[in-house]
């Protein structure tokens, strides 16, 4: 399988002019039973993560996609991606470990219950680390290990950095174990290096979206539809969750005709309204994503999708930005950065029309890359490849490849 590849004389690596990636075939007790357990339903019955089917947004299938499905999500696209895949080790620049770690912290710190997958009942008690021993000693006593000791091998974890790398207590820390530190960890948002962890090595990757791609020209609702946007700004979310976000609401205060606010935990459920928030999104112009528990918001990847402006409020948030480097285009020109929060308002009014029709049509664009597209989409340079992308490139770079 794969494309064509070049090779460097005298060396062990293959060149950096293809990705080539080697999936561990792990026992399932490291991947779908951890997602059957959380879920309390087969990975094959949710459409292999991605959850059930609730309908379309102009030509992208809506579902029901968790945040902490991304681990199942990733795996499952990289499965379909059969040009990027290689069948024999030894010829792989990228190792992949599907191992849905912080799953297994969510699903094993819980009281085991009788649906349980039995291969799970001896790992219940401890959270996750009778599991992530295991992993270890799995993993350890694969040759392609060894080569150069993890280096060249890849994992994403379903959570944010911080609860990666151990920054935020009691979380799932897979990306603080020694035996990870050489790996590449794809996580939900950039986190500061804490004890010892290389930061070089933390990549921020999109939170999973309930909006999936098909194809690169099926992706983000259209930049002219609805051009008679009904909603200049819309807040989705708690207004109450810090002083960041009340002060960029006061700031509409006079002129609540251009804002509007819904707050998912006193009305409708976001899981179980979808189609009700997308569709208001999609009818908004732009889409107010101030930090909630953590500067970064699965908001903003919602809203690209939907042909929404996504507004940004922190300086840091560019540190979370995934791949950045490797973007079509400018952050600039697909979101909105406001560094104070009381100029919002006249921020917003001040931005031309035609700059708006820019600006959807480059985080359209954009969506495709920062977005999981559905297992079996045929266009290639999706979040999955430029995670590996960036592995492969952090690989390189400590090899000298």
């Known amino acids: 399988m794969g494309s064509a590849r070049y090779y460097r004389k005298n060396s062990s690596f293959p060149a950096v002019n293809f990705l080539l990636v080697f999936v561990y075939d792990l026992p399932p007790r490291f991947n779908h039973d951890l997602y059957e357990c959380f879920y ?13 089917f609730v309908g379309h947004i102009y030509d992208m299938p809506l579902y029901a996609t ?3 499905a991304l681990e199942a999500v990733f795996h499952s696209r990289l499965l379909s991606r059969k040009d990027l895949l290689v069948s024999d080790p030894a010829e792989a620049n990228v190792f992949y470990v599907p191992y849905y ?16 997958p039995k291969e799970l009942i001896p790992f219940y008690g401890a959270g996750a680390e009778k599991l992530d021993k295991e992993l270890w000693e799995y993993v350890g006593r694969q040759p392609w290990i060894h080569r150069h000791k993890g280096a060249d091998h890849a994992m994403i974890a379903g959570a944010i950095g911080a609860e ?8 799932c820390t897979i990306g603080m174990q ?11 948002e950039h986190t500061d290096p804490m004890m010892g962890y290389p930061s070089a090595r933390m990549v921020p990757v999109p939170y999973t979206s309930s909006l999936h791609c098909t194809a690169r020209d099926r992706c983000g609702a259209p930049a002219h539809a609805p051009q008679d946007r009904g909603v200049l700004a819309l807040f989705i979310g708690s207004p109450h969750r810090s002083a960041l976000r009340k002060s960029i609401l006061d700031n509409f205060k006079y002129n609540t005709s251009l804002v509007k606010m819904v707050d998912p935990g006193r009305t409708l459920g976001f899981m179980s ?21 953590s500067p970064t918001r699965k908001g903003f990847f919602d809203a690209l999708l939907a042909g929404c402006i996504p507004v940004v409020f922190e300086e840091c948030f560019l540190k979370s930005l995934p791949f950045s480097g490797m973007l079509s285009e400018k952050h600039e020109d697909f979101m909105v950065l ?17 700059r708006l029709d820019s600006m959807r049509e480059a985080g359209r664009r954009v969506a495709w890359q ?19 992308q960036e592995a492969l490139s952090k690989s390189c770079s400590m090899m000298r490849c």
Request: charged share 20%.
């Open 40 to 52: 309390g339903t087969p990975w094959e019955a949710m459409n292999r993560g991605l959850g059930n």
């Open 66 to 68: 968790d945040q902490f």
């Open 101 to 116: 770690a912080h799953l297994a912290y969510r699903c094993l710190r819980a009281v085991r219950h009788s649906t349980s």
């Open 164 to 171: 990666v790398t151990g920054t935020t207590p009691d979380q």
């Open 178 to 188: 020694i035996e990870a530190r050489k790996f590449t960890m794809g996580a939900m």
């Open 273 to 293: 309204h979808m189609q009700y928030y997308f569709d208001l999104m999609s009818n908004s112009t732009f889409c107010l994503e101030p930090g909630g528990d």
């Open 338 to 354: 406001i560094r104070d929060p009381r100029t919002t308002l006249q921020v917003l009014l001040e931005i031309a029309e035609t």
């Open 370 to 388: 920062l977005n999981y597209a559905v297992p079996g989409s045929k266009d290639s340079g999706d979040a999955v490849e430029l995670f590996l």
